[in-house]
């Protein structure tokens, strides 16, 4: 039984900051990347940031780069997102995801569909 657990999330100011978390656990074979998407009401799922444990690197979604940070530690199978400057378009549900396939274009972390395993999701609401 595979469980992705996320935390952090919560109300906060238009141009503030908040970090949430993400730890996998279970039997998990090999984990190749973690990633995180959001989705906000009557939208679909957007990707957001991604990062790789083989080589880590990591990639972020237009909407977010500059502001958004991705982080992890490989060892604890747990993953980090810090969001800086936060605007109220950036309320939405915010998950995290691991995948178990290893995918070498660039971009390809971007899909949900390479993704195995979901958290349960941390709402994240910013007031203007």
């Known amino acids: 039984q595979v469980q992705l657990v996320e935390s952090g999330g919560g109300l906060v100011q238009a141009g503030g900051s908040l970090r949430l978390s993400c730890a996998a656990s279970?039997?998990?074979?090999?984990?190749?990347?973690m990633g995180w998407f959001r989705q906000a009401p009557g939208k679909e799922r957007e990707f957001l940031a991604a990062?790789?444990?083989?080589?880590?690197?990591?990639y972020y979604a237009d909407s977010v780069k500059g502001r958004f940070t991705i982080s992890g530690d490989n060892a604890k199978n747990t993953v980090y997102l810090q969001m800086n400057s936060l605007k109220p378009e950036d309320t939405a549900v915010y998950y995290c995801?691991?995948?178990?396939?290893?995918?070498?274009?660039?971009?390809?972390?971007?899909?949900?569909?390479?993704?195995?395993?979901w958290g349960q999701g941390t709402q994240v609401t910013v007031s203007s």
């Open positions: 990062i790789t444990w083989s080589g880590g690197s990591t």
């Open positions: 995801a691991v995948s178990i396939v290893q995918c070498v274009g660039y971009g390809c972390y971007e899909t949900s569909d390479l993704y195995n395993y």
């Open positions: 279970g039997r998990i074979f090999r984990t190749y990347a």
